[in-house]
Protein backbone atom coordinates (compact mmCIF):
# COMPACT_ATOMS: atom_id res chain seq x y z
CA UNK A 1 0.00 0.00 0.00
CA UNK A 2 1.28 3.72 -1.08
CA UNK A 3 1.52 6.33 1.61
CA UNK A 4 -1.61 8.67 0.85
CA UNK A 5 -1.35 11.60 -0.92
CA UNK A 6 -3.52 14.75 -0.86
CA UNK A 7 -6.80 14.13 -0.06
CA UNK A 8 -9.68 13.81 -2.80
CA UNK A 9 -13.18 14.30 -1.94
CA UNK A 10 -15.08 11.84 -0.01
CA UNK A 11 -16.62 9.00 -1.90
CA UNK A 12 -14.31 9.01 -5.09
CA UNK A 13 -12.53 6.51 -6.41
CA UNK A 14 -8.45 7.24 -6.20
CA UNK A 15 -6.10 6.43 -8.04
CA UNK A 16 -2.90 7.50 -6.16
CA UNK A 17 0.78 7.10 -6.51
CA UNK A 18 3.49 6.75 -3.36
CA UNK A 19 5.15 9.42 -2.52
CA UNK A 20 8.99 9.45 -3.82
CA UNK A 21 10.30 7.18 -6.24
CA UNK A 22 7.86 4.73 -7.92
CA UNK A 23 8.34 1.13 -6.20
CA UNK A 24 10.34 -1.15 -7.95
CA UNK A 25 7.07 -3.24 -9.34
CA UNK A 26 5.22 0.10 -10.25
CA UNK A 27 2.90 -0.54 -9.00
CA UNK A 28 -0.31 1.66 -8.02
CA UNK A 29 -2.84 1.12 -5.65
CA UNK A 30 -6.53 1.31 -6.57
CA UNK A 31 -9.03 2.80 -3.56
CA UNK A 32 -12.52 2.48 -3.95
CA UNK A 33 -14.77 4.39 -1.69
CA UNK A 34 -15.57 1.79 0.39
CA UNK A 35 -12.10 1.64 1.98
CA UNK A 36 -11.02 -1.59 0.00
CA UNK A 37 -8.10 -1.15 -2.46
CA UNK A 38 -6.45 -3.12 -4.43
CA UNK A 39 -3.25 -2.50 -6.67
CA UNK A 40 -3.30 -2.66 -10.28
CA UNK A 41 1.04 -3.17 -12.10
CA UNK A 42 1.78 -0.34 -14.02
CA UNK A 43 4.74 -0.20 -16.46
CA UNK A 44 6.88 2.74 -17.04
CA UNK A 45 6.90 3.83 -20.74
CA UNK A 46 9.81 5.26 -22.92
CA UNK A 47 8.63 8.68 -22.28
CA UNK A 48 8.78 8.34 -18.45
CA UNK A 49 5.08 7.98 -18.29
CA UNK A 50 2.67 4.93 -17.08
CA UNK A 51 0.68 2.56 -18.45
CA UNK A 52 -1.78 -0.01 -16.97
CA UNK A 53 -0.34 -3.63 -17.41
CA UNK A 54 -0.43 -5.98 -18.98
CA UNK A 55 0.95 -4.84 -22.28
CA UNK A 56 -0.62 -7.34 -24.38
CA UNK A 57 -4.97 -5.84 -23.48
CA UNK A 58 -6.59 -5.01 -26.69
CA UNK A 59 -6.71 -1.17 -27.15
CA UNK A 60 -9.71 1.05 -27.05
CA UNK A 61 -10.84 3.32 -29.37
CA UNK A 62 -9.34 6.98 -29.28
CA UNK A 63 -11.89 9.25 -26.69
CA UNK A 64 -11.56 13.10 -27.27
CA UNK A 65 -10.92 15.28 -24.06
CA UNK A 66 -13.73 15.87 -21.59
CA UNK A 67 -14.06 17.13 -18.21
CA UNK A 68 -14.00 14.56 -15.19
CA UNK A 69 -17.97 14.40 -14.07
CA UNK A 70 -18.98 16.06 -10.93
CA UNK A 71 -20.20 14.18 -8.36
CA UNK A 72 -21.99 15.73 -4.76
CA UNK A 73 -19.66 15.38 -1.83
CA UNK A 74 -22.40 14.63 0.63
CA UNK A 75 -22.42 10.48 0.33
CA UNK A 76 -25.47 10.46 2.36
CA UNK A 77 -27.66 11.49 -0.43
CA UNK A 78 -29.84 9.14 -1.74
CA UNK A 79 -30.09 11.07 -4.84
CA UNK A 80 -29.31 9.15 -8.17
CA UNK A 81 -25.87 9.43 -9.11
CA UNK A 82 -24.90 11.70 -12.15
CA UNK A 83 -24.49 9.32 -15.38
CA UNK A 84 -20.66 7.99 -15.10
CA UNK A 85 -20.25 8.30 -11.49
CA UNK A 86 -20.95 4.98 -9.20
CA UNK A 87 -23.39 5.82 -6.59
CA UNK A 88 -21.96 5.82 -2.90
CA UNK A 89 -23.98 2.41 -1.53
CA UNK A 90 -22.51 0.35 -4.31
CA UNK A 91 -19.18 -0.94 -5.16
CA UNK A 92 -17.26 0.40 -8.16
CA UNK A 93 -18.16 -1.26 -11.66
CA UNK A 94 -15.35 -3.27 -13.02
CA UNK A 95 -13.80 -0.57 -15.61
CA UNK A 96 -10.75 0.98 -15.94
CA UNK A 97 -9.97 4.76 -15.22
CA UNK A 98 -7.40 6.61 -17.66
CA UNK A 99 -4.06 6.05 -17.31
CA UNK A 100 -1.98 8.26 -14.47
CA UNK A 101 0.48 10.81 -15.34
CA UNK A 102 3.31 12.31 -13.10
CA UNK A 103 3.17 15.74 -13.19
CA UNK A 104 6.38 18.22 -13.36
CA UNK A 105 5.77 18.63 -9.22
CA UNK A 106 6.15 15.19 -8.50
CA UNK A 107 2.39 15.06 -8.04
CA UNK A 108 0.22 12.45 -9.90
CA UNK A 109 -2.65 13.48 -12.51
CA UNK A 110 -5.32 11.64 -13.61
CA UNK A 111 -5.86 13.80 -16.87
CA UNK A 112 -3.50 12.26 -19.87
CA UNK A 113 -1.91 13.95 -22.06
CA UNK A 114 -3.30 15.32 -25.68
CA UNK A 115 -0.55 13.17 -27.29
CA UNK A 116 -1.49 10.00 -25.67
CA UNK A 117 -3.87 7.08 -27.33
CA UNK A 118 -6.73 6.44 -25.32
CA UNK A 119 -6.85 3.51 -22.87
CA UNK A 120 -8.14 -0.20 -23.97
CA UNK A 121 -12.31 0.77 -23.21
CA UNK A 122 -11.90 -2.82 -21.16
CA UNK A 123 -8.40 -4.76 -19.76
CA UNK A 124 -8.30 -7.90 -17.66
CA UNK A 125 -7.80 -7.36 -13.95
CA UNK A 126 -6.48 -9.92 -11.49
CA UNK A 127 -9.51 -10.79 -9.80
CA UNK A 128 -7.07 -10.85 -6.57
CA UNK A 129 -6.84 -7.23 -6.89
CA UNK A 130 -10.72 -6.84 -7.05
CA UNK A 131 -13.09 -6.34 -4.69
CA UNK A 132 -14.52 -9.73 -4.52
CA UNK A 133 -18.72 -10.68 -4.94
CA UNK A 134 -20.86 -10.92 -1.79
CA UNK A 135 -22.14 -13.89 -3.38
CA UNK A 136 -19.80 -16.22 -5.32
CA UNK A 137 -22.07 -17.98 -6.69
CA UNK A 138 -24.57 -15.67 -7.91
CA UNK A 139 -24.52 -14.02 -11.60
CA UNK A 140 -22.22 -11.16 -11.66
CA UNK A 141 -24.93 -7.64 -11.41
CA UNK A 142 -27.06 -7.37 -14.91
CA UNK A 143 -28.16 -3.32 -13.67
CA UNK A 144 -27.52 -1.42 -17.14
CA UNK A 145 -25.14 1.11 -14.66
CA UNK A 146 -22.78 -1.49 -13.98
CA UNK A 147 -22.11 -2.36 -17.46
CA UNK A 148 -21.02 1.01 -19.23
CA UNK A 149 -17.59 2.78 -18.86
CA UNK A 150 -18.44 6.38 -17.64
CA UNK A 151 -15.57 7.73 -19.44
CA UNK A 152 -16.27 6.03 -22.39
CA UNK A 153 -18.13 7.53 -25.79
CA UNK A 154 -21.61 6.48 -24.60
CA UNK A 155 -25.67 7.11 -25.86
CA UNK A 156 -25.29 8.33 -22.06
CA UNK A 157 -22.56 10.30 -21.57
CA UNK A 158 -22.96 14.12 -20.36
CA UNK A 159 -21.11 16.25 -23.23
CA UNK A 160 -20.94 19.29 -21.77
CA UNK A 161 -23.53 21.02 -24.02
CA UNK A 162 -26.97 22.10 -22.68
CA UNK A 163 -29.45 20.36 -22.57
CA UNK A 164 -32.74 20.97 -23.59
CA UNK A 165 -36.00 21.52 -21.39
CA UNK A 166 -38.43 18.63 -20.82
CA UNK A 167 -41.13 20.68 -23.55
CA UNK A 168 -38.94 22.11 -26.00
CA UNK A 169 -38.65 19.03 -28.22
CA UNK A 170 -42.54 18.89 -27.81
CA UNK A 171 -43.78 22.40 -29.06
CA UNK A 172 -43.51 22.32 -32.44
CA UNK A 173 -45.72 18.84 -31.87
CA UNK A 174 -48.00 20.62 -29.93
CA UNK A 175 -48.45 23.43 -32.32
CA UNK A 176 -48.91 20.59 -34.89
CA UNK A 177 -51.65 18.92 -33.49
CA UNK A 178 -53.39 22.08 -32.39
CA UNK A 179 -52.97 23.34 -35.24
CA UNK A 180 -54.86 19.89 -36.58
CA UNK A 181 -57.27 20.27 -34.39
CA UNK A 182 -58.45 23.70 -35.46
CA UNK A 183 -58.31 22.32 -38.87
CA UNK A 184 -60.08 19.17 -38.01
CA UNK A 185 -63.03 21.17 -35.91
CA UNK A 186 -63.56 23.61 -38.69
CA UNK A 187 -64.24 20.55 -41.22
CA UNK A 188 -66.27 19.00 -39.13
CA UNK A 189 -68.18 21.91 -38.40
CA UNK A 190 -68.88 22.32 -42.02
CA UNK A 191 -69.41 18.91 -42.81
CA UNK A 192 -71.55 18.91 -40.00
CA UNK A 193 -73.92 21.88 -41.23
CA UNK A 194 -74.29 20.30 -45.25
CA UNK A 195 -74.92 17.36 -43.23
CA UNK A 196 -77.75 18.80 -41.31
CA UNK A 197 -79.29 21.03 -44.22
CA UNK A 198 -78.93 17.55 -46.39
CA UNK A 199 -81.08 15.70 -43.72
CA UNK A 200 -83.60 18.66 -42.84
CA UNK A 201 -84.18 18.91 -46.67
CA UNK A 202 -84.30 15.30 -47.70
CA UNK A 203 -85.42 13.93 -43.96
CA UNK A 204 -85.07 10.29 -44.41
CA UNK A 205 -86.75 8.45 -41.41
CA UNK A 206 -87.60 4.57 -41.89
CA UNK A 207 -86.69 4.93 -45.66
CA UNK A 208 -89.52 7.39 -46.33
CA UNK A 209 -88.47 11.24 -47.72
CA UNK A 210 -90.23 13.79 -45.91
CA UNK A 211 -90.08 17.12 -47.76
CA UNK A 212 -89.53 20.39 -46.37
CA UNK A 213 -93.23 22.30 -45.90
CA UNK A 214 -93.97 25.72 -45.00
CA UNK A 215 -96.30 25.96 -41.69
CA UNK A 216 -99.49 26.39 -41.14
CA UNK A 217 -100.72 30.31 -41.57
CA UNK A 218 -103.27 32.84 -41.02
CA UNK A 219 -106.29 32.26 -43.55
CA UNK A 220 -106.71 36.33 -43.28
CA UNK A 221 -106.60 38.27 -46.14
CA UNK A 222 -106.30 41.79 -46.71
CA UNK A 223 -110.05 42.89 -48.13
CA UNK A 224 -108.99 44.85 -50.95
CA UNK A 225 -107.37 41.17 -52.50
CA UNK A 226 -109.20 38.93 -54.60
CA UNK A 227 -108.73 36.18 -51.59
CA UNK A 228 -110.26 39.10 -49.40
CA UNK A 229 -112.89 39.82 -51.64
CA UNK A 230 -113.99 35.83 -52.16
CA UNK A 231 -113.76 35.51 -48.45
CA UNK A 232 -116.29 37.73 -47.67
CA UNK A 233 -118.41 37.24 -50.86
CA UNK A 234 -118.93 33.72 -51.03
CA UNK A 235 -120.97 33.57 -48.05
CA UNK A 236 -123.72 35.18 -49.45
CA UNK A 237 -123.76 33.24 -52.81
CA UNK A 238 -125.87 30.64 -53.70
CA UNK A 239 -125.96 27.91 -56.72
CA UNK A 240 -129.68 27.07 -58.79
CA UNK A 241 -130.51 24.00 -59.71
CA UNK A 242 -133.63 24.42 -61.60
CA UNK A 243 -135.67 21.61 -63.36
CA UNK A 244 -138.84 21.84 -65.27
CA UNK A 245 -140.83 19.85 -67.66
CA UNK A 246 -138.44 19.73 -70.14
CA UNK A 247 -135.35 21.44 -69.72
CA UNK A 248 -133.06 22.09 -66.79
CA UNK A 249 -129.51 23.98 -65.82
CA UNK A 250 -127.44 25.25 -63.50
CA UNK A 251 -127.10 29.34 -62.14
CA UNK A 252 -126.00 31.53 -59.28
CA UNK A 253 -127.48 33.72 -57.52
CA UNK A 254 -126.74 35.78 -54.51
CA UNK A 255 -128.76 36.80 -51.11
CA UNK A 256 -130.55 40.62 -51.43
CA UNK A 257 -131.78 40.59 -47.60
CA UNK A 258 -132.81 38.79 -44.83
CA UNK A 259 -135.80 37.58 -45.84
CA UNK A 260 -135.18 35.20 -47.99
CA UNK A 261 -134.86 36.53 -51.55
CA UNK A 262 -132.17 36.13 -54.13
CA UNK A 263 -131.08 37.74 -56.76
CA UNK A 264 -130.53 35.82 -60.66
CA UNK A 265 -131.30 35.64 -64.18
CA UNK A 266 -134.58 35.46 -65.63
CA UNK A 267 -132.81 33.12 -68.32
CA UNK A 268 -131.78 30.69 -65.62
CA UNK A 269 -135.25 30.19 -63.72
CA UNK A 270 -137.28 29.92 -66.36
CA UNK A 271 -136.60 26.16 -67.58
CA UNK A 272 -139.00 25.57 -64.48
CA UNK A 273 -141.93 27.72 -65.99
CA UNK A 274 -145.13 27.19 -63.65
CA UNK A 275 -144.83 24.20 -62.01
CA UNK A 276 -140.96 23.14 -61.99
CA UNK A 277 -138.35 23.01 -59.68
CA UNK A 278 -135.81 25.54 -58.01
CA UNK A 279 -133.56 24.52 -55.27
CA UNK A 280 -130.62 26.65 -53.66
CA UNK A 281 -127.52 25.63 -52.57
CA UNK A 282 -125.30 27.80 -50.19
CA UNK A 283 -122.10 28.09 -48.94
CA UNK A 284 -121.93 25.92 -46.19
CA UNK A 285 -123.13 23.05 -48.45
CA UNK A 286 -127.57 23.82 -46.75
CA UNK A 287 -129.83 23.17 -49.78
CA UNK A 288 -133.56 24.74 -49.73
CA UNK A 289 -136.22 25.10 -51.76
CA UNK A 290 -137.23 28.35 -53.87
CA UNK A 291 -140.00 30.04 -55.17
CA UNK A 292 -140.19 32.68 -58.25
CA UNK A 293 -141.14 36.33 -56.71
CA UNK A 294 -141.01 37.72 -60.25
CA UNK A 295 -139.15 37.86 -63.02
CA UNK A 296 -138.94 39.85 -66.52
CA UNK A 297 -137.76 38.63 -69.65
CA UNK A 298 -136.62 42.01 -71.02
CA UNK A 299 -133.95 42.94 -68.41
CA UNK A 300 -132.79 39.48 -68.03
CA UNK A 301 -133.72 39.82 -63.99
CA UNK A 302 -135.76 37.57 -61.48
CA UNK A 303 -136.33 36.95 -57.82
CA UNK A 304 -136.64 33.90 -56.26
CA UNK A 305 -137.21 33.25 -52.14
CA UNK A 306 -136.16 30.87 -49.70
CA UNK A 307 -137.78 29.93 -46.68
CA UNK A 308 -137.09 28.82 -43.03
CA UNK A 309 -133.63 29.72 -43.78
CA UNK A 310 -131.81 31.81 -40.85
CA UNK A 311 -128.58 32.99 -41.14
CA UNK A 312 -128.49 34.60 -44.20
CA UNK A 313 -125.72 37.10 -45.14
CA UNK A 314 -126.53 39.72 -47.99
CA UNK A 315 -124.47 41.10 -50.26
CA UNK A 316 -124.01 45.03 -49.98
CA UNK A 317 -125.13 46.96 -53.56
CA UNK A 318 -122.46 49.31 -54.59
CA UNK A 319 -122.83 52.06 -57.61
CA UNK A 320 -122.58 51.57 -61.22
CA UNK A 321 -121.98 54.92 -61.98
CA UNK A 322 -119.04 54.97 -60.09
CA UNK A 323 -117.27 52.05 -62.17
CA UNK A 324 -114.56 53.14 -64.30
CA UNK A 325 -112.80 51.29 -67.02
CA UNK A 326 -109.72 49.74 -65.34
CA UNK A 327 -111.34 48.90 -62.38
CA UNK A 328 -110.37 45.53 -60.96
CA UNK A 329 -113.59 43.22 -60.23
CA UNK A 330 -114.12 39.36 -59.53
CA UNK A 331 -117.15 37.33 -60.28
CA UNK A 332 -118.45 34.16 -58.51
CA UNK A 333 -120.56 31.56 -59.83
CA UNK A 334 -121.34 28.03 -61.03
CA UNK A 335 -119.58 27.42 -64.13
CA UNK A 336 -120.51 24.17 -65.63
CA UNK A 337 -121.80 23.11 -62.10
CA UNK A 338 -118.34 23.90 -60.43
CA UNK A 339 -119.93 25.76 -57.51
CA UNK A 340 -118.21 28.70 -55.52
CA UNK A 341 -115.82 29.33 -58.16
CA UNK A 342 -114.31 32.61 -58.02
CA UNK A 343 -112.57 34.60 -61.15
CA UNK A 344 -111.24 38.48 -61.91
CA UNK A 345 -110.20 41.10 -63.94
CA UNK A 346 -111.10 44.36 -64.73
CA UNK A 347 -113.98 46.55 -66.43
CA UNK A 348 -112.69 47.06 -70.12
CA UNK A 349 -115.71 48.87 -71.30
CA UNK A 350 -119.11 50.39 -69.65
CA UNK A 351 -122.70 51.06 -71.17
CA UNK A 352 -121.72 48.42 -73.68
CA UNK A 353 -125.34 48.00 -75.35
CA UNK A 354 -126.05 44.52 -76.08
CA UNK A 355 -129.50 42.02 -76.35
CA UNK A 356 -129.33 38.61 -75.45
CA UNK A 357 -131.90 35.87 -75.73
CA UNK A 358 -134.27 36.11 -78.85
CA UNK A 359 -134.96 31.90 -79.12
CA UNK A 360 -138.29 32.41 -79.05
CA UNK A 361 -138.42 34.15 -82.36
CA UNK A 362 -141.33 36.76 -81.46
CA UNK A 363 -138.64 38.97 -79.44
CA UNK A 364 -140.34 38.46 -76.36
CA UNK A 365 -137.41 36.89 -74.86
CA UNK A 366 -134.97 39.51 -76.03
CA UNK A 367 -133.25 40.99 -73.20
CA UNK A 368 -131.49 44.86 -73.69
CA UNK A 369 -128.71 45.68 -71.56
CA UNK A 370 -126.34 48.78 -71.41
CA UNK A 371 -124.02 46.40 -70.06
CA UNK A 372 -120.52 46.32 -68.26
CA UNK A 373 -118.01 44.48 -69.91
CA UNK A 374 -115.39 42.60 -68.17
CA UNK A 375 -112.67 40.40 -69.59
CA UNK A 376 -113.13 38.55 -65.75
CA UNK A 377 -113.47 34.66 -67.09
CA UNK A 378 -117.69 34.24 -66.97
CA UNK A 379 -118.92 30.71 -68.35
CA UNK A 380 -121.91 28.57 -68.56
CA UNK A 381 -123.18 28.29 -64.60
CA UNK A 382 -121.93 32.08 -63.62
CA UNK A 383 -125.23 33.57 -64.70
CA UNK A 384 -126.61 35.65 -62.07
CA UNK A 385 -123.85 35.97 -59.99
CA UNK A 386 -122.32 39.23 -58.97
CA UNK A 387 -119.54 41.05 -60.26
CA UNK A 388 -117.87 41.87 -57.36
CA UNK A 389 -115.64 45.92 -56.73
CA UNK A 390 -112.76 45.82 -54.59
CA UNK A 391 -114.70 46.56 -51.64
CA UNK A 392 -116.67 43.59 -51.85
CA UNK A 393 -119.47 45.27 -53.05
CA UNK A 394 -122.18 44.37 -56.30
CA UNK A 395 -121.68 46.36 -59.30
CA UNK A 396 -122.89 44.17 -61.70
CA UNK A 397 -125.12 40.93 -62.38
CA UNK A 398 -123.02 38.59 -64.80
CA UNK A 399 -125.91 37.34 -67.93
CA UNK A 400 -124.15 37.02 -70.96
CA UNK A 401 -120.52 36.54 -72.60
CA UNK A 402 -119.34 37.00 -76.62
CA UNK A 403 -118.20 33.45 -77.88
CA UNK A 404 -116.35 33.12 -81.12
CA UNK A 405 -118.68 32.79 -83.98
CA UNK A 406 -121.91 32.77 -81.90
CA UNK A 407 -121.98 36.33 -81.50
CA UNK A 408 -123.34 37.91 -78.33
CA UNK A 409 -125.87 35.57 -76.38
CA UNK A 410 -126.58 34.56 -72.37
CA UNK A 411 -124.09 31.89 -71.25
CA UNK A 412 -126.17 29.56 -70.72
CA UNK A 413 -125.02 27.79 -74.16
CA UNK A 414 -122.24 25.24 -74.29
CA UNK A 415 -120.06 27.95 -75.37
CA UNK A 416 -116.49 29.03 -72.96
CA UNK A 417 -115.12 32.58 -72.43
CA UNK A 418 -113.04 34.87 -74.84
CA UNK A 419 -112.47 37.15 -72.10
CA UNK A 420 -115.64 39.03 -73.31
CA UNK A 421 -118.26 39.43 -70.51
CA UNK A 422 -121.12 41.42 -70.07
CA UNK A 423 -123.12 42.51 -67.01
CA UNK A 424 -125.79 44.24 -65.85
CA UNK A 425 -124.81 47.65 -64.09
CA UNK A 426 -126.73 46.75 -60.19
CA UNK A 427 -128.55 50.17 -60.79
CA UNK A 428 -130.40 49.31 -62.98
CA UNK A 429 -131.07 45.32 -61.22
CA UNK A 430 -131.90 47.23 -58.09
CA UNK A 431 -134.82 49.49 -59.59
CA UNK A 432 -135.69 45.80 -61.48
CA UNK A 433 -135.26 43.55 -57.90
CA UNK A 434 -137.36 46.19 -56.10
CA UNK A 435 -140.67 45.98 -58.37
CA UNK A 436 -140.33 42.07 -58.95
CA UNK A 437 -140.62 41.60 -55.11
CA UNK A 438 -142.81 44.73 -54.03
CA UNK A 439 -145.35 44.03 -57.09
CA UNK A 440 -144.19 40.75 -58.82
CA UNK A 441 -143.88 42.75 -62.19
CA UNK A 442 -141.24 45.59 -63.64
CA UNK A 443 -141.85 48.62 -65.73
CA UNK A 444 -139.82 49.73 -68.33
CA UNK A 445 -139.50 53.39 -69.72
CA UNK A 446 -140.74 54.24 -72.84
CA UNK A 447 -141.07 56.75 -75.68
CA UNK A 448 -144.21 55.82 -77.15
CA UNK A 449 -143.19 54.79 -80.80
CA UNK A 450 -142.63 52.05 -82.85
CA UNK A 451 -139.24 51.25 -84.17
CA UNK A 452 -138.11 49.61 -88.10
CA UNK A 453 -135.80 47.24 -87.06
CA UNK A 454 -135.39 46.37 -90.49
CA UNK A 455 -134.02 49.90 -90.90
CA UNK A 456 -129.94 48.73 -91.96
CA UNK A 457 -129.16 53.29 -91.92
CA UNK A 458 -126.98 54.75 -89.14
CA UNK A 459 -129.58 55.48 -86.92
CA UNK A 460 -133.28 54.27 -85.30
CA UNK A 461 -135.79 54.99 -87.41
CA UNK A 462 -139.29 55.51 -86.26
CA UNK A 463 -141.73 52.94 -88.26
CA UNK A 464 -144.76 53.92 -90.73
CA UNK A 465 -146.99 51.86 -88.84
CA UNK A 466 -147.61 50.52 -85.47
CA UNK A 467 -148.51 46.70 -84.39
CA UNK A 468 -151.85 45.98 -85.52
CA UNK A 469 -151.89 48.26 -88.12
CA UNK A 470 -151.78 51.37 -86.08
CA UNK A 471 -150.13 54.53 -86.17
CA UNK A 472 -145.98 54.55 -85.50
CA UNK A 473 -146.31 56.88 -82.83
CA UNK A 474 -149.36 56.26 -80.02
CA UNK A 475 -151.35 58.76 -79.49
CA UNK A 476 -150.98 60.76 -76.27
CA UNK A 477 -147.70 59.02 -75.79
CA UNK A 478 -144.13 60.73 -74.51
CA UNK A 479 -143.23 60.81 -78.30
CA UNK A 480 -146.49 62.49 -79.89
CA UNK A 481 -146.38 65.19 -77.64
CA UNK A 482 -142.40 65.59 -78.10
CA UNK A 483 -143.28 66.00 -81.65
CA UNK A 484 -141.98 63.20 -83.41
CA UNK A 485 -143.52 61.52 -86.64
CA UNK A 486 -143.01 58.63 -88.39
CA UNK A 487 -140.15 58.51 -90.37
CA UNK A 488 -138.04 60.48 -88.16
CA UNK A 489 -134.89 59.28 -87.36
CA UNK A 490 -133.08 59.29 -84.02
CA UNK A 491 -129.21 59.85 -83.99
CA UNK A 492 -128.18 60.70 -80.26
CA UNK A 493 -129.74 60.12 -77.07
CA UNK A 494 -128.56 62.58 -74.41
CA UNK A 495 -125.47 63.38 -76.83
CA UNK A 496 -124.47 60.13 -76.77
CA UNK A 497 -124.59 57.99 -80.64
CA UNK A 498 -127.17 55.87 -81.42
CA UNK A 499 -126.68 53.60 -84.51
CA UNK A 500 -129.79 50.96 -84.35
CA UNK A 501 -133.25 50.69 -82.88
CA UNK A 502 -131.43 47.99 -80.62
CA UNK A 503 -129.66 50.20 -79.14
CA UNK A 504 -131.74 53.00 -79.32
CA UNK A 505 -134.21 50.56 -76.46
CA UNK A 506 -130.65 49.52 -74.49
CA UNK A 507 -130.16 53.38 -74.17
CA UNK A 508 -133.90 54.21 -73.08
CA UNK A 509 -134.29 51.35 -70.60
CA UNK A 510 -131.06 52.78 -68.56
CA UNK A 511 -133.36 55.22 -67.32
CA UNK A 512 -136.58 55.18 -64.91
CA UNK A 513 -140.17 55.65 -66.10
CA UNK A 514 -140.53 59.31 -65.54
CA UNK A 515 -136.71 60.60 -66.56
CA UNK A 516 -136.53 63.15 -68.95
CA UNK A 517 -134.88 62.33 -72.21
CA UNK A 518 -133.45 64.51 -74.71
CA UNK A 519 -133.39 63.23 -78.57
CA UNK A 520 -131.36 64.29 -82.05
CA UNK A 521 -133.72 64.13 -84.59
CA UNK A 522 -133.19 63.92 -88.68
CA UNK A 523 -136.03 64.77 -90.78
CA UNK A 524 -135.77 66.05 -94.41
CA UNK A 525 -132.50 66.43 -94.21
CA UNK A 526 -132.49 68.91 -91.18
CA UNK A 527 -131.51 67.92 -87.23
CA UNK A 528 -132.87 69.20 -84.47
CA UNK A 529 -133.25 68.07 -80.67
CA UNK A 530 -136.58 67.58 -78.56
CA UNK A 531 -136.88 66.62 -74.54
CA UNK A 532 -139.77 64.15 -73.72
CA UNK A 533 -140.48 62.69 -70.23
CA UNK A 534 -140.08 58.81 -70.53
CA UNK A 535 -143.35 56.40 -69.83
CA UNK A 536 -143.91 53.58 -68.43
CA UNK A 537 -145.11 49.69 -69.45
CA UNK A 538 -145.29 46.53 -67.91
CA UNK A 539 -142.83 44.56 -68.83
CA UNK A 540 -143.02 40.47 -69.31
Given at each position: ????G??????D????????P?E???????????????????????????????P????????T??P????D????S????P??V?????????????A???????????????D???????????????????D??????????Q?????????????????????Q?????????????????????????????????????????????????????A????A????????S??????????????G?????????H????N????????????SV???NGD??????????S????????????????P?????????????????I??P????????????????R????????????????????????????G????????????????????????Q?I??E????????????I?????????????N????T?????????M???????????T??????A??????G?K?????G???????G????????L??RT????P?????L?????????????????????
Amino acid sequence: MAPEGPSEPEGDSELRAPEGPPEPDGDFELRAPGGSSGTVPVAPTPDGDFELAPPEAVAAEPVTDRPEPTQDTDSSSTDTPPYGVPGPWAPAPPVQHPAATVSPQGGTSTQPPDDLPAPPEYLPVPADNLPAPADDTAPPPSAPWQNYDPWAPAPFQQTGAAAPAKDQGSRPTRQALLTGAVLLALVAGGVGGAVGVYLERNRVEGGVVELPQAGRESGERAPGTVAGIAARALPSVVTLHVRGTGESGTGTGFVLDGLGHILTNNHVVEPAGSDGEISVTFQNGDTAKATVVGRDSGYDLAVVRVNGVRGLRPLPLGNSDNVQVGDPVVAIGAPFDLEGTVTSGIISAKERPITAGGERGDGSDVSYVDALQTDAPINPGNSGGPLLDSRARVVGINSAIRSAGQGIGSESGQAGSIGLGFAIPVNQAKRVAEELINTGRATHPVIGVTLDMGYTGDGARVGTTGRGGGPAVSKGGPGEKAGLKAGDVITGVDGRPVHSGDELIVRTRAHRPGDLLRLTLERAGREFTVTLTLGSSEGG
